[in-house]
């Protein structure tokens, strides 16, 4: 299975990435490392994660990584990771297109 990206996600996964590099550029690239290894497990297994809580008859999952959540869809035969959010805010349901 192939795994995309879209741009959205990508803006926001780099946006996490400089906000830890802040306080400790170490971490950043661990947990870039991490987000990476857990979204290729994806390709293998890319309905092993919770469905998504706002769209519970949607097509929509999210896998946890730390204290973001990576939502993502999978469409035939590709995962779409459509963004990254801080568990703590509220989804855009925009964000979903």
Same mark, same amino acid.
């Given at each position: 299975?192939?795994?995309?990206?879209s741009p959205l996600a990508i803006d926001r996964t780099i946006a996490v990435i400089r906000y830890i590099a802040t306080a400790n550029p170490q971490s950043a690239e661990r947990w870039?490392?991490?987000?990476?290894e857990r979204?290729?497990?994806l390709r293998s297994f890319p309905e092993s994660d919770r469905?998504?809580?706002?769209? #519970?008859? +949607? #097509?929509?999952?999210?896998?946890?990584? +730390?204290?973001?959540?990576?939502?993502y869809r999978v469409v035939r035969?590709?995962?779409?990771?459509?963004t990254v959010r801080h568990g703590r805010r509220l989804l855009d349901p925009g964000e979903l297109a």
């Open positions: 299975m192939r795994i995309a990206w870039t490392a991490r987000l990476f979204v290729n497990r469905i998504l809580r706002e769209s #519970p008859s +949607g #097509p929509y999952r999210e896998l946890l990584h +730390g204290e973001y959540r990576i939502i035969s590709r995962v779409l990771i459509l």
